[in-house]
């Protein structure tokens, strides 16, 4: 059971709503030089066509600032109003107060309380910052990173606790500096003047377990919204389970309001994986639905047969095709469930449960598949033209129960 959202404050970005029961926000970050305009732009309408609701982009000197200007503006003379988020380590404040229209441009703000400068000249650049957000009236996402942490703070906090008798190991007086990090960070904000609907806070780790534990304590703390995801998740597989596995158990508890996954580039994989896989995560949980979910046989002895496996990818690919039309004229078929199961063992039980599923005998290429809608028998076709024979009939029920003049 999907326990209820924690209740935070809400944060516009844009057009879009962050925390307050809005649903959750997917995004992205690029990882062209953002100089490379040409290539920046086609990798942000890369990730917005995958799905993402937000495209953060590296600004690192002046060079990607003037860059990030062009490219902010370009997008908005085509008509894309997908928010855009200025990543700033180290000189933000440099920058946003070198180039106003950027500041103006940019939709949010992202800043690492750990590397915005030391001492004094932390607090001088911090508050540079917030006061060009509150000028401009524009959120800002205080992002606290493992990697990245005040090592002044750990070891205040360090040097702190040592001298208590309930002594705590270094790894909780790392946690605790990371969440003082982002709590001090944000009051600190507040004082100097930007509005709590303004603030959206992340603490982020490498580590699936410190990322748990950390957002559950911040959780208990404060009321703004928070943006999750793993620092470095890792490529392939392992990246992609253990950014699943820490976003699943953060969401089911209610935390979190905005994801991103970070994997690490793999060649000829496009960087709109990580998009992907923050939308399966989303629909998995039954936060979200984006497209219908296809449940599909593992295959085993019994399923001599292939035509399941080919099938899958077929139905797969023919609704990713037809989403976009799909969804205008058919609202609700990104709810609909469709199965294709190889076997008689589960095949008809899995079937009916779906709205829409077929059961292969299994057994050989021989043989009637059995077709249901809504636990009822629809149809038994021949394994000939398999195929055609299905995505009719898919085609045909979509039609049927999403129509809009139904």
Same mark, same amino acid.
């Given at each position: 059971?999907?326990?209820?959202?924690?209740?935070?404050?809400?944060?516009?970005?844009?057009?879009?709503?962050?925390?307050?029961?809005?649903?959750?926000?997917?995004?992205?970050?690029?990882?062209?030089?953002?100089?490379?305009?040409?290539?920046?732009?086609?990798?942000?309408?890369?990730?917005?066509?995958?799905?993402?609701?937000?495209?953060?982009?590296?600004?690192?000197?002046?060079?990607?600032?003037?860059?990030?200007?062009?490219?902010?503006?370009?997008?908005?003379?085509?008509?894309?109003?997908?928010?855009?988020?200025?990543?700033?380590?180290?000189?933000?404040?440099?920058?946003?107060?070198?180039?106003?229209?950027?500041?103006?441009?940019?939709?949010?703000?992202?800043?690492?309380?750990?590397?915005?400068?030391?001492?004094?000249?932390?607090?001088?650049?911090?508050?540079?910052?917030?006061?060009?957000?509150?000028?401009?009236?524009?959120?800002?996402?205080?992002?606290?990173?493992?990697?990245?942490?005040?090592?002044?703070?750990?070891?205040?906090?360090?040097?702190?606790?040592?001298?208590?008798?309930?002594?705590?190991?270094?790894?909780?007086?790392?946690?605790?500096?990371?969440?003082?990090?982002?709590?001090?960070?944000?009051?600190?904000?507040?004082?100097?003047?930007?509005?709590?609907?303004?603030?959206?806070?992340?603490?982020?780790?490498?580590?699936?377990?410190?990322?748990?534990?950390?957002?559950?304590?911040?959780?208990?703390?404060?009321?703004?919204?928070?943006?999750? $995801?793993?620092?470095?998740? =890792? #490529?392939?597989?392992? &990246?992609?389970?253990?950014?699943?596995?820490?976003?699943?158990? !953060?969401? *089911?508890?209610?935390?979190?309001?905005?994801?991103?996954?970070?994997?690490?580039?793999?060649?000829?994989?496009?960087?709109?994986?990580?998009?992907?896989?923050?939308?399966?995560?989303?629909?998995?949980?039954?936060?979200?639905?984006?497209?219908?979910?296809?449940?599909?046989?593992?295959?085993?002895?019994?399923?001599?047969?292939?035509?399941?496996?080919?099938?899958?990818?077929?139905?797969?690919?023919?609704?990713?095709?037809?989403?976009?039309?799909?969804?205008?004229?058919?609202?609700?078929?990104?709810?609909?469930?469709?199965?294709?199961?190889?076997?008689?063992?589960?095949?008809?039980?899995?079937?009916?449960?779906?709205?829409? $599923?077929?059961?292969?005998? =299994? #057994?050989?290429?021989? &043989?009637?598949?059995?077709?249901?809608?809504?636990?009822?028998? !629809?149809? *038994?076709?021949?394994?000939?033209?398999?195929?055609?024979?299905?995505?009719?009939?898919?085609?045909?029920?979509?039609?049927?129960?999403?129509?809009?003049?139904?």
């Amino acid at each position: 059971m999907i326990k209820n959202r924690r209740h935070t404050l809400s944060v516009k970005i844009g057009n879009i709503f962050v925390g307050r029961g809005h649903p959750i926000v997917i995004q992205s970050m690029t990882n062209t030089p953002t100089e490379n305009i040409p290539a920046t732009i086609k990798q942000i309408k890369e990730l917005i066509r995958a799905g993402s609701e937000m495209v953060r982009i590296t600004i690192k000197d002046a060079k990607a600032a003037e860059a990030a200007i062009i490219i902010i503006q370009k997008l908005r003379q085509q008509k894309i109003p997908t928010p855009m988020i200025g990543d700033f380590h180290y000189n933000g404040h440099i920058l946003l107060q070198q180039f106003p229209l950027l500041a103006q441009l940019l939709d949010k703000y992202r800043i690492n309380p750990g590397n915005v400068g030391k001492g004094h000249q932390r607090e001088d650049n911090f508050s540079s910052i917030i006061k060009i957000a509150i000028k401009y009236n524009k959120p800002v996402r205080i992002g606290v990173n493992g990697g990245s942490l005040d090592e002044e703070l750990f070891l205040k906090l360090k040097k702190k606790y040592s001298k208590k008798k309930n002594f705590k190991d270094l790894k909780s007086i790392w946690h605790e500096a990371l969440i003082e990090s982002a709590l001090q960070s944000a009051q600190y904000a507040e004082k100097l003047g930007l509005a709590q609907n303004k603030i959206i806070l992340s603490v982020k780790t490498s580590d699936l377990q410190d990322l748990i534990t950390v957002n559950e304590k911040l959780a208990k703390r404060c009321l703004y919204p928070f943006h999750l $995801g793993l620092t470095e998740a =890792g #490529s392939g597989v392992e &990246g992609i389970s253990a950014s699943a596995s820490a976003l699943g158990i !953060l969401l *089911q508890q209610g935390i979190g309001d905005t994801i991103r996954v970070s994997l690490t580039p793999q060649p000829k994989v496009s960087r709109a994986r990580e998009v992907e896989v923050c939308r399966a995560v989303v629909q998995s949980l039954g936060f979200r639905h984006f497209s219908p979910k296809v449940t599909s046989c593992p295959g085993c002895g019994r399923t001599k047969s292939d035509k399941f496996i080919s099938l899958t990818e077929n139905v797969k690919f023919y609704i990713k095709k037809n989403m976009p039309k799909w969804q205008k004229k058919f609202p609700g078929v990104e709810k609909m469930r469709v199965a294709i199961m190889g076997c008689i063992v589960n095949g008809p039980g899995e079937s009916k449960h779906a709205d829409i $599923g077929i059961s292969l005998p =299994g #057994s050989s290429d021989k &043989g009637e598949a059995l077709v249901f809608t809504k636990g009822t028998l !629809l149809a *038994q076709i021949q394994q000939k033209n398999l195929k055609k024979q299905f995505l009719r009939l898919l085609e045909k029920y979509i039609k049927k129960t999403f129509s809009n003049e139904n």
